[in-house]
């Protein structure tokens, strides 16, 4: 295996720190930012996509999220690239498409005009479906795929009761807050070992309607 002898120079260079600018990096490497901008670029590391792109971390790094994402210090990473990059690739990997709410939660950006000129551009697929929009994959079988996943579940919340009694939603509230980290699943158990009757997806339309954001790990 090919030792990629600029990370490990860089990994000494960074020692215990997890980021840096090429600033901070100029002040410990006595070279030219050419030379430092080569060397980050042989050790793959990778740009934060917020922050103007001005930190770098190295690839072995980050700890990312199942969604390929990584907050450091309210510095983000995407194993993806950039900003654009990662909406695409967010896009394309969701099991049934992606709204710009929660785009934007998982980004922690504003997507709309991002999401405007990709869809422009030909990058993702955007459809007006139940009264919103929702951006899929712009390949053609995975956005098939995505397409069916959304309309069967969507379909199924049509037949769901979205209002609960008052009780069942104060119950409700009072698990979410107690596991906020907690799946709906999870939420749905514990509540019916209490005699409460309610299904996984009336919590997710009650949280939807409520607008209760799931918490992020």
């Known amino acids: 295996m090919e030792t990629n002898h600029e990370l490990d120079?860089?990994?000494?260079i960074y020692g215990n720190l997890k980021v840096m600018t090429i600033n901070d990096l100029k002040k410990r490497?006595?070279?030219?930012e050419i030379t430092i901008r080569r060397k980050l670029k042989k050790s793959k590391a990778i740009t934060s996509y917020n922050m103007n792109g001005r930190y770098y971390t190295l690839p072995h790094l980050p700890m990312f999220d199942s969604w390929g994402?990584?907050?450091?210090?309210?510095?983000?990473f995407s194993k993806y690239g950039n900003l654009n990059q990662t909406i695409i690739q967010l896009i394309h990997h969701s099991p049934s498409g992606l709204q710009a709410e929660t785009i934007g939660r998982l980004i922690e950006y504003?997507?709309?005009?991002?999401l405007h000129r990709l869809a422009v551009k030909s990058n993702?697929?955007?459809e007006k479906l139940f009264g919103k929009y929702?951006?899929?994959s712009y390949q053609q079988q995975v956005y098939q795929t995505q397409l069916d996943q959304f309309k069967s579940k969507h379909t199924g919340y049509s037949a769901v009761e979205v209002d609960?009694?008052?009780q069942t939603a104060v119950m409700l509230l009072i698990e979410k807050i107690k596991g906020p980290k907690d799946n709906n699943a999870q939420i749905v158990k514990r509540l019916l070992e209490q005699n409460?009757?309610?299904s996984e997806l009336q919590v997710e339309r009650f949280f939807e309607k409520n607008g209760i954001k799931k918490k992020r790990v």
């Not at 120079?9 to 000494?12: G, P």
């Not at 490497?29 to 030219?32: F, G, T």
């Open 196 to 198: 409460v009757t309610i």
């Open 134 to 136: 929702v951006y899929f």
């Open 69 to 76: 994402l990584w907050n450091y210090n309210d510095i983000r």
């Open 9 to 12: 120079y860089l990994s000494a």
């Open 110 to 114: 504003a997507p709309h005009s991002l």
């Open 164 to 166: 609960i009694p008052c």
């Open 29 to 32: 490497i006595v070279v030219s």
């Open 124 to 126: 993702i697929r955007r």
